[in-house]
């Protein structure tokens, strides 16, 4: 598994699962989410009980206000996420899908959680976490367009 970054000591890190759905145009462009972080990949955390598919349409409805249509798994990255200022430190394993969109049921139901279409090489160095950020470099490199066909 690919890891990224790593602990502080002194610091305790609570195990969290998430789901996120990299969503792809066919002009080119990545369904993103703009926070005060930076850029996103909509997604999140599994709650107790809840499958990875069940959280990925839960969180992608939640961020974007659409629902989703096809869902393929694709992979999963490991990352130590460090944000001392909001007390949270998170020993994070999130599920990366493949997603379709499916229809807009309205706005985003988490405030500061803006949905855009965004050009891959665009959000280089705009991404909120290291992880995701290999995520899009991974899709520029590899050719995004072949895995969503």
């Known amino acids: ?5 790593e602990p502080e000591p ?5 195990n969290r699962p998430g789901a996120y759905g990299v969503a792809y145009g066919s002009d080119g462009v990545l369904f993103l989410v703009s926070t005060k972080d930076g850029l996103e990949i ?7 009980g809840e499958s990875a598919e069940e959280a990925l349409h839960r969180e992608f409805l939640e961020e974007t206000g659409h629902e ?13 996420l460090t944000q001392p200022a909001e007390n949270k430190f998170y020993h994070k ?3 990366f899908y493949l997603v379709t969109l499916g229809r807009r049921i309205g706005p985003p139901f988490e405030q500061g959680h803006d949905p855009c279409w965004i050009r891959p090489e665009d959000a280089l160095g705009q991404m ?3 992880g995701q950020e290999w995520i899009i470099n991974y899709l520029l490199q590899e050719g995004a367009k072949d895995l969503f066909r």
């Open 1 to 5: 598994m690919i890891a990224f970054d």
């Open 10 to 14: 002194g610091h305790r890190y609570m």
């Open 42 to 48: 909509p997604g999140g955390g599994i709650e107790p």
């Open 68 to 80: 989703l249509e096809k869902v393929t798994p694709w992979l999963c990255i490991q990352q130590f």
């Open 93 to 95: 394993y999130p599920f």
């Open 128 to 130: 909120a976490e290291s």
